[in-house]
């Protein structure tokens, strides 16, 4: 189930990728459940396990075994969906409306060929909003103590080109320390870039001393209360490095990647979330104005309102 609905995700035996509704319109047998009792993807269609009948990627029913060269004209709902860069990716619209955007893909620093292929980890369901990852990117003090950085980032302000949001944030990375894996000379200043499009293709991009570790945070809802976290990682391979499986520095970087990212969940999984927190400065309170105002656009504007008014009117209670 994802986005609330029971979907069935399959490849055709050409390679043809098709999300859709997961039940067949026939009788209303569910296509995704794998095994003796499941569907079947056969050739360029996808087979019902109760009665056989056969449907494309394009939701058309094109067999019924038991009545040969007849077909129904009816249709199984196909999502809008785009495998990029290796990562299948789901639009949904709460009207039903079309994407009305593209995601470009990975934004990789340099020539992508230097790069390890993505690994990717799945998480959840967590009781965490989409946007959660992307907000981090207005914290500056939550480093410290979530992270053990030694001291806050600083950041640039956000830019906006239409469903993308970014900014970047200055660190100054082993801050406090002679020496750690990360910097082996004493501490260095690094970048971290921040992308997201929507509310939960999530990026951030990390440079280090010329070492570029990309990191994609993608918050999936299940339904209104609770998401999947996928954590997708490639970086630059270093000199010597040709091969596809991440060694020395890089493999540390990555698998830091994967650990830091739930130190962040068990914060967000437990906590009550603020429409109005306390914010300590107008910069923070202009950061998280413009960032929050820019995701308000991407939710359903009456379960949107709901929760807003629920949490206002807990809040006003306490």
């Known amino acids: 189930k994802w986005l609330g609905q029971d979907l069935v995700i399959w490849r055709s035996e050409s390679g043809k990728l098709s999300v859709m509704d997961a039940y067949c319109p026939h009788m209303g047998a569910h296509l995704g459940h794998v095994g003796q009792f499941g569907g079947k993807v056969c050739g360029e269609s996808i087979a019902c396990p109760w009665h056989g009948w056969r449907w494309d990627a394009e939701g058309k029913n094109v067999e019924i075994p038991y009545m040969k060269g ?180 890089a493999k540390k970087m990555m698998d830091a990647q994967h650990v830091q990212i739930r130190h962040d969940f068990h914060i967000w999984q437990n906590m009550r979330y603020r429409v109005k927190p306390i914010f300590t400065g107008e910069d923070e309170r202009t950061r998280y104005a413009f960032l929050r105002r820019h995701f308000d656009q991407f939710y359903p504007n009456p379960v949107y309102a709901e929760n807003r008014a629920q949490n206002h009117t807990s809040e006003a209670a306490e």
């Open 70 to 249: 007849e077909t129904v004209n009816k249709r199984i709902d196909v999502k809008h969906a785009r495998e990029i860069d290796g990562i299948v990716i789901l639009w949904f619209d709460s009207a039903g409306a079309p994407p009305n955007y593209e995601w470009p893909g990975i934004p990789y620093l340099g020539d992508r060929s230097n790069y390890y292929p993505i690994d990717a980890t799945v998480d959840g369901p967590h009781r965490v909003k989409p946007q959660f990852p992307f907000e981090n990117s207005a914290d500056p003090h939550h480093f410290p103590y979530v992270h053990g950085s030694g001291v806050d980032a600083e950041f640039t302000d956000y830019i906006i080109e239409g469903a993308l949001i970014r900014n970047t944030m200055n660190m100054l990375f082993g801050a406090g320390k002679p020496r750690t894996w990360m910097t082996p000379n004493g501490p260095v200043e690094g970048t971290i870039d921040n992308f997201c499009w929507g509310t939960s293709l999530g990026v951030a991009r990390f440079n280090i001393e010329g070492r570029v570790c990309v990191h994609l945070t993608f918050v999936t809802p299940i339904d209104a209360e609770e998401s999947v976290f996928f954590s997708t990682v490639t970086h630059t391979r270093g000199e010597g490095e040709d091969g596809d499986v991440p060694v020395g520095t």
